[in-house]
T-cell receptor, first 110, second 111 residues
Framework: GENVEQHPSTLSVQEGDSAVIKCTYS??????FPWYKQELGKRPQLIID?????GEKKDQRIAVTLNKTAKHFSLHITETQPEDSAVYFC?????????FGSGTRLQVQP | NAGVTQTPKFRVLKTGQSMTLLCAQD?????MYWYRQDPGMGLRLIHY???????AKGEVPDGYNVSRLKKQNFLLGLESAAPSQTSVYFC??????????FGPGTRLTVT
């Protein structure tokens, strides 16, 4: 996509609480929306993705929702654990490759 | 099965020096990408390739060149390094279905 905005930039939650990270995109042609988790000093790892023909996808404690009309999608993490602490990036499909958001640093307090 | 590997892991250059970063994959993927990651800015696409012998510019291509002479390798070159090129460089590969697999990264410092 042309531009992906991600909020918040930092998020601190208590262990067991839920965390929500939101992204908005501008390219109406985008049809693939992945979320990556990056631990300190490590490579980004895909944790969940969604294509434009569905509105929600779940995988255990994580879920992604997509609103194509409003051009936004969100990552939901339930029952957060200390090992969920990392930087999370959203992305959307660019004409050439993925366009990434600026990242959200999630800190789960034990 | 190593997946995606990058060489070197770390490098310190002086301004004006040149170097080449190597990305190698054994996943038989057609698509390969080079990103740079700066604090607070996510990953930005430098160059990419959709197959052996092809290359194309991404979002921030200035100061970099690339080559894809073999399907399994994608090289990123810095002809005259500048301090603004201090960053972490990630290579990624894909089969064209959008999902990308990242290498471990190269941390480059230009003094």
């Amino acid at each position: 996509g042309e531009n992906v905005e991600q909020h918040p930039s930092t998020l601190s939650v208590q262990e067991g609480d839920s965390a929500v990270i939101k992204c908005t995109y501008s390219d109406s042609a985008s049809n693939y929306f992945p979320w990556y988790k990056q631990e300190l000093g490590k490579r980004p790892q895909l944790i969940i993705d969604i294509r434009s023909n569905v509105g929600e996808k779940k995988d255990q404690r994580i879920a992604v929702t997509l609103n194509k009309t409003a051009k936004h999608f969100s990552l939901h993490i339930t029952e957060t654990q200390p090992e969920d602490s990392a930087v999370y990036f959203c992305a959307d499909t660019g004409r050439r490759a993925l366009t990434f958001g600026s990242g959200t640093r999630l800190q789960v307090q034990p | 099965n190593a997946g995606v590997t990058q060489t070197p892991k770390f490098r310190v250059l002086k301004t004006g020096q040149s170097m080449t970063l190597l990305c190698a994959q054994d996943m038989n993927h057609e698509y390969m990408y080079w990103y740079r990651q700066d604090p607070g800015m996510g990953l930005r696409l430098i160059h990419y390739s959709v197959g052996e012998g092809t290359t194309a510019k991404g979002e921030v291509p200035d100061g970099y060149n690339v080559s894809r002479l073999k399907k399994q390798n994608f090289l990123l070159g810095l002809e005259s390094a500048a301090p603004s090129q201090t960053s972490v460089y990630f290579c990624a590969t894909g089969d064209g279905s959008y999902e990308q697999y990242f290498g471990p990264g190269t941390r480059l410092t230009v003094t």
